[in-house]
C-alpha cells in the first residue's frame, strides 16, 4: 500500500479500512445521532478541559469557520503568502467570509510577531480595511 500524506484524497483504503468503514455504527451528527463523532467530540473536550468540541471533516472546512468566526466582512487577516487559506482554499476568505489577506513574507510559512505587528493597518485610518486576525 502506497501512503500519500500530502492529502487525504490520494490514499486508497485497504480492505480492512473497507470493512470497518462498512460495519461501522453511523448517525446522523447534526442531530448528535453518530456514535463515533459524539465520542470524538466528547474525547476531544476532555482532553483540552472544554465542555464541548466541534468535529470539522477537513483542514479547510475547520479554517473557513474560525475566519468566518473572528472576522466581519471588509476586515482583513494577515498570513503568509504561502498559507493554505489563501493559496488553497479556492478564494474561501473572500467568498465566505468577505475578508481580505495582507500577505507577509515569512521563512517557509512561518511568520514572526514582529512581522504581523508590522502588518495590522491601523485602526483610526478609515481607507484601509480593519486587520482583525
Known amino acids: 500500500m502506497e501512503i500519500n500524506l500530502i492529502s487525504d484524497t ?3 483504503p485497504t480492505s480492512g479500512m473497507l470493512k470497518a468503514m462498512m460495519s461501522a455504527k453511523v448517525g446522523d451528527d447534526v442531530f448528535k445521532e453518530d456514535p463515533s463523532v459524539n465520542a470524538l467530540e466528547e474525547k476531544v473536550a476532555a482532553l483540552f478541559g472544554m465542555d464541548s468540541a466541534l468535529f470539522f471533516p477537513s483542514g479547510t472546512m475547520a479554517n473557513q469557520t474560525a475566519i ?3 472576522t466581519n466582512p471588509g476586515d ?3 498570513c503568509d503568502k504561502y498559507a493554505h487559506v489563501y493559496n488553497y482554499e479556492g478564494g474561501g476568505v ?3 467570509s468577505g475578508v481580505s489577506c495582507k500577505l507577509v513574507d515569512g521563512h517557509r ?3 514572526k510577531a514582529s ?3 508590522a502588518a495590522i493597518n491601523p485602526p483610526d485610518f478609515y481607507h484601509s480595511p480593519l486587520t482583525s486576525l
Do not use: A, C, D, W
Request: hydrophobic fraction near 45%; avoid cysteine.
Open 115 to 117: 512581522q504581523v505587528e
Open 10 to 12: 490520494v490514499t486508497k
Open 94 to 96: 473572500s467568498f465566505n
Open 109 to 111: 510559512g512561518m511568520m
Open 68 to 70: 468566518k468566526i473572528h
Open 76 to 78: 482583513q487577516l494577515i
